[in-house]
């Protein structure tokens, strides 16, 4: 026992002596350096966070400026630190490490300032030659076959001892998930020759019996002492992930105990076995849900502010067991661009235009139908959304009906989510005429009128997530997987009702790549098609189910949605006669622009990687970027794309914590040329557009049927450094 004291001492030392910091008196020597030589097995990293000795802080050290922590030598503390060293290599099976520590001045005149040198010889491994597993007989053979998957692969290897425990811990928890609710830790004898640095292993598993569940009782608490509960027995019965008759499995309990506190109707939840003198037998067991319940109503209001969203405000309102049966309803209310909005929000046509932005909608959720793994909802819904420099959306109603499934076998929390939904919504889409005429050819003004008429919306869709990361707001190792496919059918068109398939996904993934440095990336990609019907299709596709690419979570180069196809209206053009009397409209490149409006493309491809470390001063908040964006978005099959239509634009950043996530600066260099697009002229004396694109060949720009207009047009170069920088400002890291 004393033994295990010691080692647990050692193990939780580094901690705490970093929480108090190597204090400095005023004879102290201050930090200024930590190495380590010898480290063949491990970097300096792993090294480093098994000790307590550090050196001060980067502005102290190397800019001399008194800002940051100060860290002094602790002769007992790098005593301990050599023993905690060589602990670390034990437990990874390296038992005859020697560690020295070496203390040098900074310099042969200055001794208040000095490094730390720890002096590392590994020495050869111990090697598990012989390795016994017993008490496995009266296992099913496929349970058997498994648990010694997990454990055979250590014969003839190191003996880490944090490696076999994390495996002999596998193969509990396999047997607890498998019906055997009493499996325990095994008896280990365990044996080490260190002359001849070998390892004798014996490992004897006790499984006890296998079990079913019998009884599931109930003890239910109301949100006050004397209050009886709001939702019964019968209803918590059908939230459960286990019912009577059930094999045992550990994870059951544990799913059930996440869910019913994902509710968030419950205060206080216990899903565990009743005591073993309760039981009925040790291949029939009683399980207790214990619960405490919570207050059903709550209210959240909150107000903000975002570079395009300007000054925004939201409520929800939520009654987790209305009408009974734990279902849940949540009313919910957003505004934004109320004011403070910015000179390039204002000056936006469609944003003007957009006025005040809203979302209301109330959702109701049946999570005791099917279980609060299978999780029906319907919502109805009115909105006005506008994006930026591209579309306004008005929906004065709308509809969804969404049945939600968690397929992940984890405990803790979700991390597989299958999404089915269909929505519903009479509105209609606003977007500059131009818009229209290019991807459309509807170049009258009456015709893009008629286009923009309330009409319905259709859209089925099928989402399914992955979350592996270790933090929901900033991320720092892990994965993300994410993918949709919308099928819808509108009947914008002044053509008839058309239909449209969508499908994007993206993925992320995030390293650590020492204590304070970690590397993010992230690849994202997207297709739009006409039709996926029997009844066949027309090529339109509403502006709000195209792609768009730019802006502070996309390519960072490149302005909210301004990568790729743009058109252009001008205010001028020249007029230039044909020998048949024709008159040919261009606008030249020094034309001015009046409004440019991203048309959006059906083919996306987005790649980000980033690098991202903590700050060498105030590094608690603060954490520094460099990046890299690249993407491309075109439309299939009028344009082609090679590797010379990539852009790619790098960039630096810094991100400040606050409750909310990060909040993030970046900038980033665009090297390439404004694109070149289609220019258009409104005449509003003949009710059209009028292409004046360079090159045009169309009489008086009146475009013919089945022709478009060339984009060939390029506005004014941007000339100076800062015009070729552009600034993002957010909330939460890009990805």
Avoid at 93 to 119: E, I, M, Q
Avoid at 387 to 414: C, H, K, M, N, W
Avoid at 661 to 682: E, Q
Wanted: proline share 6%; aromatic share 8%; net charge positive.
């Amino acid at each position: 026992m004393r033994r295990l004291a010691l080692v647990a001492v050692l193990l939780l030392a580094p901690g705490l002596a970093h929480a108090q910091e190597l204090a400095c008196g005023p004879d102290g020597r201050e930090i200024v350096d930590v190495d380590f030589s010898g480290n063949l097995r491990f970097h300096g990293g792993e090294l480093e966070n098994a000790i307590v000795t550090t050196p001060s802080s980067w502005l102290r050290r190397v800019l001399h400026i008194p800002v940051g922590a100060r860290h002094c030598l602790d002769s007992l503390e790098l005593m301990r630190d050599e023993v905690r060293l060589r602990l670390f290599y034990r437990l990874r099976g390296l038992y005859k490490t020697t560690v020295d520590a070496a203390v040098t001045p900074r310099s042969p005149t200055d001794s208040s300032a000095v490094g730390v040198l720890f002096r590392i010889v590994e020495g050869p491994p111990v090697i598990i030659d012989t390795l016994d597993i017993s008490g496995l007989d009266s296992v099913p053979r496929g349970i058997r076959d498994r648990a010694l998957r997990l454990l055979t692969p250590f014969r003839n290897r190191i003996y880490n001892k944090l490696l076999l425990q994390a495996a002999t811990d596998s193969v509990v928890t396999l047997l607890q998930n498998t019906g055997y609710a009493y499996a325990a830790e095994p008896l280990r004898d365990i044996s080490v020759d260190n002359a001849s640095d070998r390892a004798s292993v014996q490992l004897t598993f006790l499984p006890g019996h296998r079990a079913h569940i019998v009884r599931v009782d109930y003890s239910l608490q109301g949100n006050e002492p004397n209050e009886p509960p709001k939702i019964d027995s019968t209803t918590v019965r059908r939230l459960l992930s286990f019912h009577k008759g059930d094999l045992y499995r550990q994870t059951d309990l544990l799913i059930s105990q996440r869910d019913l506190y994902g509710l968030e109707t419950y205060r206080h939840v216990d899903v565990e076995l009743l005591p073993d003198s309760l039981q009925p037998s040790d291949t029939s067991l009683a399980v207790l849900v214990r619960l405490g319940e919570a207050k059903m109503n709550s209210m959240r209001a909150g107000v903000g502010w975002a570079s395009l969203d300007c000054a925004r405000a939201q409520a929800r309102y939520t009654d987790r067991d209305f009408l009974g049966a734990a279902k849940r309803l949540e009313l919910d209310g957003r505004l934004s661009r109320i004011a403070l909005c910015t000179p390039e929000v204002r000056h936006d046509i469609i944003s003007s235009r957009a006025g005040l932005n809203y979302y209301v909608s109330g959702t109701l959720r049946f999570p005791a139908l099917f279980g609060p793994r299978n999780v029906p909802s319907l919502t109805l819904f009115s909105e006005r959304t506008s994006e930026f420099q591209t579309y306004i959306r008005y929906t004065p109603i709308g509809g969804a009906a969404q049945l939600t499934r968690d397929l992940s076998p984890r405990v803790f929390r979700p991390g597989l989510p299958l999404t089915i939904g269909y929505r519903i919504e009479y509105g209609r889409t606003d977007a500059d005429p131009a818009v229209f005429c290019q991807i459309f050819n509807r170049c009258s003004l009456a015709d893009i009128a008629r286009l923009t008429r309330n009409s319905y919306l259709q859209v089925a869709s099928l989402a399914l997530a992955r979350d592996r990361t270790d933090n929901l707001l900033d991320p720092s190792r892990g994965s993300q997987e994410h993918v949709e496919f919308r099928h819808g059918l509108t009947a914008q068109d002044t053509g008839g009702a058309a239909q449209f398939s969508r499908l994007f996904a993206d993925a992320a993934v995030y390293r650590q790549l020492g204590v304070n440095t970690m590397l993010a990336a992230r690849l994202e990609g997207g297709t739009v098609v006409a039709g996926f019907s029997f009844r066949g299709a027309t090529d339109f596709v509403p502006p709000q189910e195209r792609l768009y690419a730019g802006g502070p979570n996309s390519v960072r180069g490149y302005n909210q949605n301004l990568l790729g196809p743009i058109v252009y209206i001008v205010r001028s053009f020249s007029d230039s006669l044909t020998p048949s009397g024709g008159h040919i409209y261009q606008a030249r490149d020094t034309a001015t622009v009046a409004q440019f409006s991203p048309t959006g493309g059906n083919t996306l491809l987005v790649g980000n990687l980033e690098l991202r470390r903590r700050s060498p001063f105030l590094s608690d908040i603060l954490q520094l970027a460099a990046f890299v964006d690249a993407g491309v978005l075109w439309n299939r099959p009028k344009e082609t794309v090679s590797w010379s239509s990539v852009r790619l634009t790098p960039g630096i950043g810094v991100r400040v914590q606050s409750p909310v996530g990060p909040f993030r600066v970046d900038v980033a260099y665009n090297p390439y040329a404004l694109a070149t697009g289609a220019a258009y002229f409104s005449d509003p004396t003949a009710n059209v557009l009028r292409c004046v694109s360079p090159g045009n060949t169309f009489d008086r720009g009146e475009i013919t049927a089945g022709s478009e207009c060339p984009t060939t047009f390029r506005a004014a170069k941007r000339s100076s450094l800062f015009s070729r920088l552009t600034f993002n400002f957010s909330i939460g890291q890009a990805f």
